[in-house]
C-alpha cells in the first residue's frame, strides 16, 4: 500500500541547474567503458554534464534501513538490539556464557547508508533511487532491490520507490531534451515463484524467457504498458500487488517466497509497420530500450534456508530462493570487478536481470533489517550479507577497509570473548569477528530469564538455541523450532558466519556443488547424533553386562561372548562414521581445490 504523499524531487528539476551530490557517493566510483548493445541513442551535447554528473553515483550502493518495533514486539517487551549513528550500526546480541553469565556481543557496521526507524519513506527514496533516475535517460539498466528476513519491511520500503521513480522519470520526459527525442516511459511488473515467471498485470500468465541472437533477454508476453500519467503507474502497481497476494498461488505466506519485479524502461519510439509489431512478441517492436530501473522484492531471505523441510515444494522453493539469493550476490560481484563473465545462469532471478549486468549498470541493495532481539541471528546474517555484498565491491569502504577479510583466531580475542569456551571445531575458530565486541555483564542469569533473551550459547551450536518462543517469523504464523538448522542453513546462503568460513567460496558454477556438500554436510550431522545414540545405547548394555558378571555364579563364557559382540557393534559403529567423515573431508578439499581454480574473490 502507498502510503505516503509525495513530494517533487529536490534532484530531477536540478539536472538542468547542476547536479549536487548530496549524498556523497563519489568515494572509488568506477565509471566504465559504453558497452552497451543499446547504447546507440544520440548524446544531445546538453546531456554531456549530465553524463559526466552519472559518474558521482555510486556503481554499488549498499543502504541498511531498520524498522521500528511492531506491537506484538513491544507487547512481548522484546527489547531494541540495533542502535543506529549515521551511516553506522552496531547490533547487541545477548549472549550466555556456559555458566549462564550473561554477556553482550555487539556486532559494528558500516554502510553508504544507514536508515534508522524514524526515517520515511521519502527519505528512503532520496538516499536510494533518486540519484540514479537521471543516469536511466543515459543507458544505465539499474537495480534496487530489498533484501532481508520476513517482516522486515523489504515490501514496505520497496513499494512507494517505483511511483516516485515514475514521477521523477515523467517528470524527466518532460523536458524538451527527451520529449524531442520521443522517449517513452514503459511499465511491466512480474514474479519469480519456485523459478517460475508470471506476469502480474496479465492475469498472472506463465511467461518464459528467451535470447534473441544478441543474448538479449526477452520474457515471451510480458506485457508491457506505455505510462505517461503517475496516476495510472499507481493504478498498475496496485493492479499487480494484489495480484501477487492473491494469485492462485495464495497469500501473504506465499508472496514472501516470490520474488517480485516491477521495471521502468525509457524507450525511444520508432515507428513500426502493424505486420511487424503482429509478428514480434518481442520489446523491440515497441521500441527501443535506452535504459531501465528494475525494483525488486525480494523473498524473504530466510526462506532460503527451507532446504530441509518436510514438503518437497517447500524445499524446492527454498533451494531456489537461496540459489538466486547467491547467484545475485556473484553477479553483483562480478559486476564491480568489471569480470568479463557475469554468472546470471545461476538462477532464473539473475537471468532475468540479465541486461542490467552490462554496460552501464547501478545497483542499490536495501537491507532491511528487524530490531528486536528474537530477530538477532537473522538480523546479523543480513547485514553479514550487505557487507559482503558491499566489501566484495572495489568501491566497498565497510569491512575490507578495517580488514575484516582477515581471518582473526576466535581465541586470540583479548577482550573478555577469551573466557569464553571455544568449541574444538576447527571451522568456529576461525570466523571473522572484527564486527564483535563483547561486553560482560558479569550477571549470571537463571533458566527462566534465558527465555526472554534469545540469546545463543557458544559451547554447542547444535543444541543449544533458546530460540524457542520467538523468531523472525513468528509474524508470520510459522514455527520456530527449527532455528538451529536455519541458522546453519542461513549461514550458508548468506556466505557464512561459521562453518561457511572455511570453505570455499560461492561461484555461479558450484552452486549445484554447493547444495550437495550442504546435504553431505548434514547426514554428516545426522550419522554423528545416531552414532551417538547408538553408543549410549551400547554402553547400557556394557553395565548390564557389568552388573550381571559381578553376580555370584555368573558365567565368565557368557560374557566374554557378549562383550566382544557389544566391542564388535562400538567399533562398527565408529568406522562407519569415521568412513563419512573422511568422504566429506575430501569433499571438502575438492572443493576447495576448485575453488582455487576460479577467480579469486
Ligand atoms: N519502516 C517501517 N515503519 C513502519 N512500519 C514498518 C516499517 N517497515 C515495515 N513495517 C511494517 O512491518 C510489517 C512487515 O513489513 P513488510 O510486509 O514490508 O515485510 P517484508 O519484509 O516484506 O515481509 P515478507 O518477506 O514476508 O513479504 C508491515 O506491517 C509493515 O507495515
Redesign the pocket.
Known amino acids: 500500500m502507498i502510503s505516503e504523499p509525495f513530494e517533487p524531487s529536490p534532484y530531477i528539476p536540478s539536472i538542468s541547474k547542476g547536479f549536487e551530490n548530496d549524498f556523497n557517493l563519489t568515494a572509488g566510483w568506477q565509471q566504465k567503458e559504453q558497452t552497451d548493445a543499446d547504447a546507440s541513442a544520440p548524446v544531445p551535447t546538453n546531456e554531456k554534464e549530465s553524463n559526466a554528473r552519472e559518474n558521482n553515483v555510486a556503481k554499488i550502493r549498499v543502504v541498511v ?1 531498520k ?2 518495533l ?1 506491537k506484538k514486539e513491544l507487547s512481548r517487551k522484546e527489547e531494541d538490539i540495533v542502535t543506529v549513528s549515521d551511516n553506522a550500526l552496531t547490533v547487541h546480541e545477548p549472549k550466555l556464557k556456559v555458566d549462564l553469565t550473561a554477556y553482550v556481543e555487539k556486532h559494528e557496521f558500516c554502510f553508504d547508508a544507514v536508515l534508522d ?1 524514524r ?1 520515511t519513506n521519502d527519505e528512503v527514496y532520496r538516499v536510494t533511487v533518486e540519484p540514479i533516475i537521471p543516469t536511466i535517460f543515459q543507458r544505465t539498466k539499474a537495480t534496487c532491490f ?1 533484501y ?10 520497496m513499494q512507494p520507490l517505483p511511483l516516485r521513480a515514475a514521477e521523477d522519470l515523467v517528470r524527466l520526459l518532460h523536458q524538451p531534451v527527451y520529449h524531442n527525442q520521443r522517449f517513452k516511459l514503459w511499465l511491466s511488473y512480474f514474479e519469480i515463484y519456485g523459478g517460475k515467471l508470471f506476469d502480474l498485470l496479465g492475469e498472472r500468465k506463465k511467461l518464459c524467457m528467451r535470447e534473441d541472437g544478441r543474448q538479449q533477454v526477452c520474457i515471451v508476453g510480458l506485457q508491457e504498458f506505455e505510462v505517461s500519467d503517475v496516476q495510472i503507474v499507481k493504478e498498475y502497481i496496485e493492479k499487480g500487488n494484489a495480484a501477487r497476494s492473491t494469485g492462485s498461488t495464495g497469500a ?1 505466506e506465499e ?2 517466497r516470490s520474488h517480485a519485479i516491477l521495471q521502468l524502461a525509457i524507450k525511444k519510439h520508432i515507428e513500426v509497420k502493424e505486420s511487424f509489431r503482429r509478428n514480434n512478441d518481442g520489446n523491440e517492436s515497441r521500441g527501443k530500450v535506452i535504459g531501465k530501473i528494475s525494483f525488486i ?1 525480494l ?2 531471505s530466510e526462506r532460503g534456508a527451507d532446504t530441509t523441510d518436510n514438503d518437497r515444494q517447500t524445499r524446492i522453493e527454498g533451494a531456489e530462493i537461496n540459489k538466486s539469493l547467491l547467484a545475485l550476490k556473484e553477479c553483483i560481484r562480478a559486476l564491480d570487478n568489471d569480470q568479463i563473465h557475469i554468472p546470471f545462469r545461476g538462477s532464473k532471478l539473475t537471468e532475468v536481470l540479465r541486461d542490467s549486468f552490462v554496460g552501464n549498470s547501478k545497483t542499490v541493495m536495501i537491507s ?1 533489517i528487524s530490531p528486536n532481539v528474537g530477530s538477532c541471528e537473522h538480523t546479523l546474517n543480513t547485514l553479514r550479507y550487505a557487507d559482503r555484498v558491499k566489501s566484495l565491491s572495489k568501491s566497498g569502504n565497510t569491512k575490507k577497509d578495517q580488514g575484516q577479510n582477515s581471518l582473526i583466531p576466535i581465541n586470540k580475542d583479548t577482550s573478555s570473548a577469551s573466557s569464553i569456551p571455544v568449541s574444538a571445531d576447527v571451522e568456529d575458530v576461525y570466523e571473522p569477528q572484527q564486527d564483535v565486541k563483547v561486553v560482560d555483564t558479569g550477571r549470571r542469569v537463571t533458566e527462566k530469564e534465558t527465555l526472554s533473551y534469545i540469546p545463543t550459547v557458544d559451547y554447542d551450536k547444535q543444541q543449544s538455541s533458546f530460540s524457542s518462543g520467538f523468531s523472525g517469523r513468528e ?2 504464523g510459522v514455527a520456530s523450532g527449527s532455528m538451529d538448522r536455519e541458522r546453519f542453513e542461513i549461514n550458508n546462503a548468506y556466505g557464512g558466519s561459521t562453518s561457511q568460513k572455511m570453505r570455499p567460496s560461492y561461484s555461479q558454477n558450484s552452486l549445484d556443488t554447493e547444495e550437495k556438500v550442504q546435504k553431505e554436510e548434514e547426514a554428516l550431522i545426522a550419522a554423528h547424533r545416531k552414532e551417538i545414540e547408538d553408543t549410549m545405547e551400547i554402553v547400557r548394555e556394557e553395565m548390564k553386562l557389568l552388573a550381571e558378571v559381578e553376580q555370584p555364579g555368573s558365567l565368565i563364557d557368557n560374557y566374554v561372548t557378549q562383550l566382544s559382540f557389544v566391542l564388535s557393534r562400538k567399533a562398527a559403529s565408529l568406522v562407519s562414521l569415521q568412513a563419512r567423515l573422511a568422504r566429506f573431508q575430501h569433499r571438502l578439499k575438492e572443493q576447495e581445490i576448485l575453488s582455487r581454480k576460479r577467480v579469486p574473490r
Open positions: 534501513r524498522r521500528p511492531n526507524e526515517v530489498a532481508g528476513q520476513t517482516g522486515s519491511g523489504k515490501t514496505f520500503t501473504n508472496s514472501s522484492d523473498a524473504g532491511c509474524e508470520s
